[in-house]
């Protein structure tokens, strides 16, 4: 099921990068280091960890340890963190261009909200 999520993952990261050419016309320039983080690489690192953890618990108790009891948390935990700092990044951003829209002048308004939708 891990790898499951893994797969639906990065065919989410592969849409949204399709999405976001389309809506440019180009080919994004070089990002910041948090943004090029996606939500693949963050689950793939839960992944190895979770699996380096059964690994090593294997090894200390010298008994067999099933390998989702650590794969599922580790891969789900990262994968939800990164899409609620994600959203609440998304959020900031448009309550500050809601505070300057209405700082600026109700005119504004109808632009603003046509953006947003």
């Known amino acids: 099921m891990p ?4 797969c639906f993952v990065l065919r989410y990261d592969a ?3 399709a999405t976001l050419v389309c ?3 180009q080919v994004p ?5 948090g943004s090029r983080l996606t939500y693949f690489h963050c689950s793939l690192l839960g992944y190895f960890l979770g699996l380096l953890t059964a690994t090593v618990s294997a090894e200390v108790f010298k008994a067999a340890q099933p390998a989702l009891l650590y794969l599922v948390p580790f891969t789900l935990l990262p994968l939800l963190t990164m899409a ?3 959203v609440k990044q998304n959020y900031d951003s ?3 261009q809601f505070d300057f ?4 002048g109700v005119s504004n308004c109808h632009t603003f909200i046509d953006t947003c939708l």
Do not use: D
């Open 84 to 86: 609620y700092v994600k």
């Open 3 to 6: 790898g499951l999520l893994l």
């Open 23 to 25: 809506q440019m016309g």
């Open 94 to 96: 448009y309550i500050a």
């Open 101 to 104: 829209v209405l700082s600026s």
């Open 29 to 33: 320039g070089p990002r910041s280091m």
């Open 15 to 17: 849409y949204k990068k």
